[in-house]
């Protein structure tokens, strides 16, 4: 079995085989394979592995390189996706050997942190990746934004096609959110760039001159429904402005169905609003996207609450040891303890990650398996890493 990495040009005649027969209806007309090719321009970052027999392509994976905002720290990102092997060679292990290589890769690259949607979470879960939340989905007659019809709102929203409205849109994302948004994150130039040939309307709300909000959509029909994407703001006046325009289209639509995060209470946008706000997490299409630590010594700087602490993570290749945790004045010390030093938590790769990114508490870490905490560091964990719930809107 010979395990390389191949170029964006040579993913067509490689992975795409793979991934079309795997993810999408087949047998794929022949048109899809150029239709594919015309795309690999913006994979030209992305890292692709294949396992190759004989020539042929057996298993892929790939990672688009992307930020992540953790804690308030932007740090390089793998997003990994494209995973996918030939069914006659499954349950071989070659996925596992991919996914190894591509984290280790990823890792000496300078990703502190990788992402991924899983077909089934159990599965990445044996390579330390653990769930954090999946979007939110708000879906609401117009008319429970009466108010804001005629309200005085200090800003205006502009309508442009996609085209045109791109780098509002995008800039908003990497200027504002990545920057203070936990769990935001973006791919990098080369990726984003097929977005601006989307098919969509995009709302960008300003204030000031400046981009306050923004939210990409689409309206299916008339008396049909505006299908919003996420709707992205930097301040409450930029959501208010952005409610506003869909107020707008009371006459037009029945319903507006929008992608909001976990911390949205859509309930409380109007007074008399009838709304269905639901999160759905299903196999294998609509997984919770997972995480994981890369690199240890990458999360000095992060913002913790106050405390300190020694931690064992057994058996990683990647970040395996015992680390001593420091909070100094509010920024996250790491420093790497020699073996056997006495650790008050012993945490598996997802049980830190879960931590660090704020979905789940000590205990919870350990009712779930994912590590030990001896009662005293209970209260340090906590503190140290409270909870705080992601937001990821990067889709892949
Ligand atoms: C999912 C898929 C990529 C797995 O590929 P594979 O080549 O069979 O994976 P491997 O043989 O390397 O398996 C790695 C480990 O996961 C286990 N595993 C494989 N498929 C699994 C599944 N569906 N559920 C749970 N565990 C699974 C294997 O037994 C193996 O365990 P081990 O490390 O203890 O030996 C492959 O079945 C596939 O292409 N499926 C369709 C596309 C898809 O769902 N891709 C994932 C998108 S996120």
Not at 146 to 160: K, M, Q, T, Y
Not at 219 to 242: K, Q, T
Not at 319 to 330: D, F, H, I, K, Q
Request: proline content about 5%.
């Amino acid at each position: 079995m010979n395990f390389r990495q191949i170029s964006a040009v040579e993913r067509t005649a490689t992975m795409f085989p793979l991934q079309a027969y795997a993810f999408t209806p087949s047998p794929w007309p022949a048109e899809d394979e150029e239709a594919n090719s015309r795309r690999m321009k913006f994979f030209e970052s992305a890292v692709s592995l294949v396992a190759e027999e004989d020539g042929r392509a057996l298993a892929a994976v790939a990672a688009f390189r992307m930020r992540q905002n953790v804690r308030g720290r932007a740090h390089d990102m793998a997003g990994v996706a494209s995973v996918s092997s030939h069914p006659s060679a499954r349950r071989r292990g070659l996925v596992r050997e991919l996914l190894n290589r591509l984290l280790r890769q990823m890792r000496d690259e300078g990703c502190a942190v990788s992402v991924l949607y899983p077909f089934r979470a159990g599965f990445y879960a044996r390579f330390g990746f653990v769930g954090i939340p999946r979007h939110r989905t708000a879906s609401f007659a117009p008319d429970g934004l009466d108010h804001l019809l005629r309200a005085e709102l200090p800003g205006e929203v502009a309508w442009l096609p996609m085209s045109e409205g791109f780098d509002d849109w995008d800039g908003l994302q990497r200027r504002h959110l990545l920057a203070h948004r936990h769990g935001f994150a973006v791919f990098d130039d080369v990726r984003s760039a097929e977005f601006r040939d989307g098919k969509y309307w995009v709302a960008v709300a300003r204030s000031g001159g400046e981009v306050v909000g923004a939210v990409r959509y689409r309206i299916n029909r008339f008396g049909g429904e505006l299908v919003a994407d996420h709707l992205l703001y930097a301040s409450p006046l930029g959501r208010a402005l952005l409610l506003q325009f869909f107020a707008r289209h009371v006459d037009q639509v029945s319903r507006v169905v929008v992608k909001v995060s976990t911390d949205e209470v859509p309930e409380l946008w109007g007074t008399d609003i009838q709304v269905i706000t639901e999160g759905k997490v299903e196999r294998p299409s609509d997984g919770g996207p997972m995480v994981r630590v890369l690199d240890m010594e990458s999360l000095g700087g992060t913002a913790v609450g106050p405390g300190a602490i020694t931690i064992e993570i057994p058996g990683d290749e990647l970040v395996g040891g015992v680390w001593r945790l420091e909070s100094a004045e509010g920024a996250l010390s790491v420093r790497k303890e020699s073996e056997g030093t006495p650790a008050a938590a012993t945490l598996s790769v997802g049980g830190f990650s879960a931590l660090l990114y704020g979905v789940l508490d000590p205990v919870e870490v350990v009712t779930r398996g994912l590590g030990e905490v001896w009662p005293e560091a209970v209260a340090t964990l906590t503190a140290m890493f409270p909870r705080e719930m992601p937001y990821l809107v990067a889709d892949f």
